[in-house]
């Protein structure tokens, strides 16, 4: 597709809930990021792939916190159990090795758990 | 850890008026990148930064990169309202093709007619 596409575009889950929140990429971008932005802040790196393989997931907050891209291209980030810190955007990012301009972002999934 | 710091968090200024946002960051670092943000929307990239000493305009905007002091700005000529947002810098640190992006705090700015 022409950019990144994510979705849902808004999630509203009780405490408690299971939640998967999808992100398409720009077709043939290898590397594939999810960051978390909370109301008021940068967004904060979670966990990048790089084709199926998930090289970095640092940023995870905890094991609650699960992300996968099993054929190298659609990534799902799924929140289990999830808390009111929760509550974020939560972003996706995809680049090609050889693009010097970097990064392209969705338009995120704002998660609020009530 | 790399930290990476914006100044000022919070900048109201007059059109016309010009202005500098500053990027502090603590390691040495591949790329630098300036992002805007309007309220409710994603990220739209400004500028990649690539090399000390680099320079780059797009309209009103300008930005640069010393890598030897780590600080990138974000200079702003004769604003005007369209350039309200919330802009981000953002630090790349590629490890053995492990990368990713450390932002900063953001700088919320106003512009007042």
């Known amino acids: 597709g022409a950019g990144v596409s994510q979705s849902p575009r808004y999630k509203v889950a009780k405490r408690g809930q299971d939640v998967a929140l999808r992100c398409d990429p720009i077709?043939?971008?290898?590397?594939l990021f999810w960051y978390q932005q909370a109301l008021g802040q940068g967004p904060e790196f979670l966990t990048y792939f790089q084709n199926e393989a998930q090289l970095d997931k640092s940023g995870l907050p905890s094991d609650r916190f699960f992300a996968e891209r099993p054929e190298g291209s659609v990534s799902t980030l799924k929140i289990q159990r999830t808390q009111q810190e929760d509550s974020a955007v939560y972003l996706c990012?995809?680049?090609?090795?050889?693009?010097?301009?970097?990064?392209?972002f969705g338009s995120g999934t704002r998660l609020t758990v009530v | 850890e790399l930290k990476v710091e914006q100044n000022p968090l919070f900048l109201s200024m007059q059109e016309g008026k010009n202005y500098t946002i500053y990027c502090n960051y603590s390691t040495t670092s591949d790329r630098l990148y300036w992002y805007r943000q309007d309220p409710g929307k994603s990220l739209e990239s400004l500028f990649v930064l690539l090399s000390n000493g680099a320079v780059k305009q797009e309209g009103r905007l300008m930005a640069s990169l010393d890598t030897k002091a780590r600080l990138s700005t974000l200079h702003i000529t004769a604003a005007v309202h369209d350039l309200s947002a919330t802009y981000f810098c953002a630090v790349e640190v590629s490890n053995f093709g492990n990368e990713k992006l450390t932002f900063g705090t953001g700088t919320r700015l106003t512009i007042i007619p």
């Open positions: 990012a995809s680049s090609s090795l050889t693009d010097n301009y970097g990064y392209t």
């Open positions: 077709s043939g971008h290898v590397s």
